[in-house]
């Protein structure tokens, strides 16, 4: 999960200062959140939680886009406060969404693990062992 987090992150902001050329920074983190998102979804998916094959992989895709509306908002909210209060260059816009990202991460992780991901197989009981 880390180091699909940390590729994720990169790609992130990559995107994001390629697309902040040219477009403001809400736009730029949405596109950029959006495409990293369905990579993160499909990376974890495979290499996190060990599922391959087709099955379910659009059940997971829409669970992770609701998780990325989650990410998506704790990144535009940062950046819309940090909008309000000053009038930031680049690099406290990096700053202030490398730090929204992290929190992100954790409430992505905790919602992969236990809802997208988690196990779907019915708990055996003593009888049936």
């Known amino acids: 999960f880390a180091a699909v987090g940390v590729a994720s992150t990169i790609a992130y902001l990559v995107l994001f200062l390629l697309l902040r050329t040219f477009t403001g920074a809400q736009a730029a983190n949405l596109v950029a959140l959006l ?16 599922i391959r094959g087709r099955r379910g992989s659009g059940l997971h895709q829409f669970q992770g886009l609701i998780v990325f509306c989650i990410g998506l908002g704790l990144t535009s909210g940062t950046l819309a406060l940090l ?34 991901f988690r196990s779907r197989r019915r708990p055996t009981t003593e009888m049936e062992s």
Do not use: C, K, Q
Not at 37 to 50: D, E, K, M, P, V
Not at 96 to 113: E, I, K
């Open 35 to 50: 495409v990293t998102a369905i990579g993160n979804t499909t990376l974890n998916r495979r290499l996190t939680f060990g």
């Open 83 to 116: 909008h309000t209060v000053t009038a930031p260059g680049l690099p406290l816009e990096i700053t202030a969404l490398v730090l929204a990202n992290l929190a992100a991460t954790v409430v992505r992780f905790l919602l992969l693990r236990g809802w997208v």
